[in-house]
């Protein structure tokens, strides 16, 4: 113990640091904690001098913090926010999810963006943002940097979702429990599901936000799917497929538990803030690893995949509440 921790306490006491100062940013401004985390992380790894005495501390705070991060996560999804939507909305919600995840699949290879950055965009695009990211991320990517830039495309499309979405609604004058499901089922994090939706009215904000419940209730199985669709062609037998790593077992484990289980909300809020401030954490230890110049080239391929793969998507829930 005493070994490990002369290893690792430069790298994760300056992560520790940045981390705590993002997070308090975060929650008392308007400024998203997790991504400034990111950008952060991002702008002092290219311009401080960090000796190679960080590296171990860094590495462990990307990979392991973020595993425990994301358990503490699922203590904030509820498989009963399915049950709120009807059939039809659940049909709907189901059919994207699938359907944006096989188009990730698909156009990764067509448009020759980096392997592991499209399916991160692709998967947080389909479900939340970036806490789909990092849910996904250790099992589907071991390049830090893949991971970072994708966080940043998901977030920028996310925003720019959030304020240009609810002007092209309003302009094609949509009734407004499509235009909320428009919103509920395409905007990336919950954040811009609510300023979009709620910046209209509030019965669309309502719906909205009931659609993108359900979307984060699907994380657990949408993460199975896609594992085992990235997966496929490594695996040499269907038992390989269920040899998730600890903590996906353990996130699907509590997301069950807290459905059916109902904690105190002070616990549950107290659980929330440490999952945050350590997905913060995570981010800056992971921005760390990104280079300007992977940031450059690699970024502007993910962009226009992220942003093709945002219209494809509000294309199929279109369609599919055109068809219902």
């Not at 309502?206 to 799917?225: E, G, H, Y």
Request: hydrophobic content about 55%; proline content about 2%.
């Amino acid at each position: 113990m005493q070994q490990w921790v002369s290893v690792n306490y430069k790298g994760l006491l300056f992560a520790i640091l940045i981390g705590v100062s993002a997070h308090l940013i975060g929650k008392f401004t308007s400024v998203n904690g997790v991504m400034f985390g990111l950008l952060s992380g991002i702008v002092l790894g290219n311009i401080l001098p960090l000796s190679s005495r960080f590296n171990s501390g860094i590495s462990f705070t990307s990979s392991k913090l973020l595993e425990f991060s994301i358990v503490l996560m699922a203590f904030s999804i509820n498989f009963n926010d399915v049950a709120a939507l009807g059939w039809q909305n659940f049909f709907l919600v189901v059919v994207m999810i699938i359907g944006v995840l096989l188009l990730t699949l698909f156009l990764a290879k067509k448009m020759n963006c980096p392997e592991s950055t499209g399916t991160l965009v692709g998967f947080g695009t389909a479900i939340c943002g970036s806490s789909a990211i990092a849910a996904i991320a250790p099992g589907v990517s071991k390049n830090k940097g893949d991971i970072g830039i994708a966080l940043a495309v998901v977030n920028l499309m996310g925003s720019i979702g959030m304020v240009v979405l609810p002007y092209i609604l309003k302009f094609i004058d949509l009734p407004e429990i499509d235009a909320g499901v428009i919103i509920g089922a395409t905007l990336h994090s919950v954040g811009n599901v609510a300023g979009a939706g709620y910046g209209m009215e509030q019965y669309i904000g309502d719906t909205a936000i009931t659609i993108k419940l359900a979307r984060v209730a699907m994380l657990s199985p949408a993460i199975i799917l896609f594992t085992y669709m990235v997966n496929n062609k490594e695996a040499n037998s269907w038992k390989e497929h269920l040899k998730l790593p600890l903590y996906l077992w353990l996130f699907i484990a509590v997301t069950v538990f807290s459905s059916f289980i109902s904690l105190p909300n002070m616990v549950l809020g107290g659980i929330s803030e440490m999952g945050k401030l350590f997905l913060t954490t995570a981010m800056v230890a992971i921005g760390l690893k990104v280079s300007f110049k992977k940031l450059f080239f690699s970024g502007r391929k993910a962009m226009g995949f992220g942003f093709i793969v945002f219209l494809l998507q509000i294309g199929i829930v279109s369609f599919l509440l055109f068809l219902f």
